[in-house]
């Protein structure tokens, strides 16, 4: 309510909301009953505000004070963007970069997208837009087995919340052929990985970095608690030694690669241990030390049949006995 004596001010909800802006940002934190004193005006037409620069996209903190009161502030180093300019080459970019995220379909990211080139495209005349939208369809990638996020969409927004505003969550999950796990957790990051979409971050319960794949993500609660990313986090600490994302114990991998597709191994880096051979023949040996034996095996089997596995044996056997189990069941 209003203290009595102050009569509410009459001015437009544009011009309120400038105000309740500015005092967000002159201030580490204030109520809503401060705000409503400031601007004149109920509790509930600040509610509404407050909501309106949600939606318009500020950073906005919701807090618990020292005397128990709800603050809100905005995201520490927030300045509202002024206007971003880009060149005709910078925006080719970004429409190639646009193609290669189709696999995002069903997940607000993708509305974000969509926004995104909403307003270039207003800004732009139509000739240079159509041209745009030509080059970026040569380049449209042709994925296989695209995931659909739309069933993990209230999921992925809430997932979204506490990524930009570091709110702690409590997350259920469901490995494959177990019973779902419960989960306190601090997310640090997404992963794009093959098409699909790893949450990343610390879990409380086992005390150590863990990744998650969203689609396995029966249910996200954010909390009202904060926590702080540490400075010496880096997203390589969440694969470790990884050939991919399973981690595991690592192996000394030798393998040899016939000349039919020697030329595929050597225009790639498959791991920043690699060191690569060549043979008389034409063919390569490629050497790395690497974890995740699955996720080697699935790379080996696709190069069938000018691949030979030479170490280590474990891996070896691994590989044939995968071969005999395919032409057990194919014969």
């Known amino acids: 309510m209003n203290r009595p004596g102050k009569p509410a001010k009459k001015y437009s909800q544009a ?21 409503a004193d400031e601007c ?26 020292e ?4 603050l809100y502030r905005f995201l520490t180093g927030f300045k509202k ?8 080459p910078e925006l080719m970019t970004l429409y190639l970069g646009r193609r290669q995220l189709s696999f995002l379909q069903g997940t607000p990211f993708q509305d974000d997208l969509y926004a995104i080139f909403g307003r270039i495209r207003s800004a732009l005349p139509p000739r240079s837009v159509a ?21 993990k969409r209230e999921v992925i927004e809430r997932l979204r919340q506490a990524l930009l505003f570091q709110y702690r969550c409590r997350l259920s999950y469901a490995p494959p052929r177990r019973a779902v796990e419960e989960y ?18 610390y879990a409380h319960n086992r005390r150590d970095l863990r990744l998650f794949l969203v689609d396995r993500l029966q249910g996200v609660e954010v909390t009202a608690e904060r926590y702080e990313i540490p400075d010496d ?29 020697a030329h595929l191994i050597r225009e790639r880096t498959w791991h920043p241990t690699q060191e690569l051979a060549e043979e008389a023949d034409g063919s390569v040996l490629l050497a790395f030390e690497a974890a995740g034996e699955t996720e080697i095996l699935s790379w080996l089997y696709s190069y069938l049949p000018h691949v030979q596995v030479l170490a ?20």
């Open 131 to 151: 041209h745009l939208e030509r080059i970026a369809q040569v380049a449209a990638p042709r994925f296989q087995g695209v995931r659909d996020y739309s069933g």
């Open 67 to 70: 005397d128990g009161r709800t």
């Open 40 to 65: 004149r005006v109920t509790r509930r037409t600040i509610y509404r505000d407050l909501q309106a620069i949600v939606d318009a996209g500020y950073p906005l903190l919701r807090e618990a004070g």
């Open 233 to 261: 986090f880096r997203p390589e600490d969440l694969t470790g030694s990884s050939f991919g994302l399973i981690g595991g114990e690592s192996l000394l991998v030798r393998v040899r690669f016939a000349p039919a597709v």
């Open 312 to 331: 280590p044996d474990s891996l070896q056997r691994r590989f044939r006995d995968g071969l005999q189990a395919a032409l057990a069941t194919s014969l």
């Open 15 to 35: 011009a309120r909301l400038h105000d309740v802006i500015r005092l967000l940002e002159a201030r580490y934190g204030v109520t809503v009953e401060e705000l």
């Open 184 to 201: 306190l957790f601090d997310p640090y990051t997404l992963l794009f990985y093959k098409d699909s979409l790893y949450l990343g971050g």
């Open 81 to 88: 963007l002024p206007p971003i300019t880009f060149s005709l």
